[in-house]
Nanobody, 126 residues
Framework: VQLVESGGGLVQPGGSLRLSCAAS????????IGWFRQVPGKEREGVSC????????VYADYVKGRFTISSDNAKNTVYLQMNSLKPEDTGVYYC????????????????????WGKGTLVTVSS
């Protein structure tokens, strides 16, 4: 079982990136897949999560209207389209599989975590 993130990089404020989370060893339909990020000195925080089988999505307040989570079941891949990026979006972005995800206190929280990817670095800077 493996989750592999890609698509990170350096982008200017206001720019866009699309992150990919390619799953192997299981089908993304079977679990909730979420994106989390970690900034040095801070705890890992939920960004967005989705159940492709249920067609439901959850977003953190600070990314609503800017980020979109989606999936391609044929590629067994979940994406995070990030627009209007801000310097405070800088961090390592991880994807993870889990049993469920709920919106709590402004951000998604995962439950019954299964697997994590190794992360991809996003740097928003001029």
């Amino acid at each position: 079982v493996q989750l592999v993130e890609s698509g990170g990089g350096l982008v200017q404020p206001g720019g866009s990136l699309r992150l990919s989370c390619a799953a192997s060893g299981f089908t993304i339909d079977d679990y909730v897949i979420g994106w989390f990020r970690q900034v040095p000195g801070k705890e890992r925080e939920g960004v967005s999560c989705m159940s492709s089988s249920a067609g439901s999505t959850v977003y953190a307040d600070y990314v609503k209207g800017r980020f979109t989570i989606s999936s391609d079941n044929a590629k067994n891949t979940v994406y995070l389209q990030m627009n209007s990026l801000k310097p405070e979006d800088t961090g390592v972005y991880y994807c993870a599989s889990m049993e469920s995800c709920s919106w709590i206190a402004g951000s998604p929280r995962g439950y019954g975590m299964h697997h994590w990817g190794k992360g991809t670095l996003v740097t928003v800077s001029s």
